[in-house]
């Protein structure tokens, strides 16, 4: 399966790009071709121009200057995404990712004001998070980016696909055991997927 991993953390060496890299090696090690894509590394734009907006509805125009991301995609059977939450939200590079790739004639069609869905060919999803708060706090905050994950991207994919959502809290008390064991449960979860 051709799986796409979605990566927005700026630190090469941060504990989110040993998730991103224990999550391409185990999803590798079992049989899948992984596209994985470090927005940060491969220089994504995520600002949403004037001329982004202004193009938005027109298919296929709106794809002109991410073409290949919304090719990339379309390509996917499986999808993950590995990033940290940011004030109990996805940090700004990954919304970014979303807003301009996320396309109406990529990820969805909209005819008479009727959304139809167009990502059904993703067969399976999981997110891979950290947060620096505890799972407390962002539950008492609604936990934003595990309804978006949950909600609105599994109601895009394929009826009824497996999503997983693997979330290590309280980053700002973690300790080298609860890291560790936390990088381990990834690569096994992926390992499965």
């Known amino acids: 399966m051709r799986v796409l991993v979605l990566h927005s953390h700026p630190q090469e060496h941060s504990f989110g790009r ?3 890299h224990k999550t391409c090696e185990s999803l590798a090690k079992a049989g899948h071709e992984v596209d994985g894509c470090n927005l940060y590394e491969e220089g994504f734009d995520p600002v949403l121009s004037a001329r982004d907006r202004d193009i938005y509805h027109t298919v296929p125009d709106n794809r002109e ?51 139809t869905p167009t990502l059904r060919h993703i067969r399976k999803m999981a997110a891979v998070m950290t ?11 609604g936990d934003p980016p595990r ?21 290590h809290y309280d980053m700002n008390n973690c300790t ?10 990834v690569g096994k979860e992926m390992e499965r997927f």
């Not at 947060?131 to 905050?141: E, I, N």
């Not at 991207?153 to 009826?159: E, G, L, P, S």
């Not at 080298?176 to 449960?185: C, D, N």
């Open 18 to 20: 040993a998730l991103y």
């Open 65 to 115: 200057l991410v073409d290949n991301y919304c090719e990339r995609l379309l390509a996917a059977e499986g999808l993950v995404i590995c990033t940290p939450v940011w004030n109990f939200g996805f940090p700004a590079m990954l919304k970014g990712y979303f807003d301009r790739v996320w396309l109406p004639g990529v990820s969805f069609h909209l005819e008479d004001g009727t959304l």
């Open 131 to 141: 947060y620096g708060g505890s799972r407390w706090r962002a539950f008492l905050v």
């Open 147 to 167: 309804k978006v994950v949950n909600r609105v991207i599994r109601a895009q994919i394929k009826i009824g696909a497996p999503v997983k959502y693997l979330a």
């Open 176 to 185: 080298p055991a609860s890291t560790g064991a936390f990088l381990e449960k």
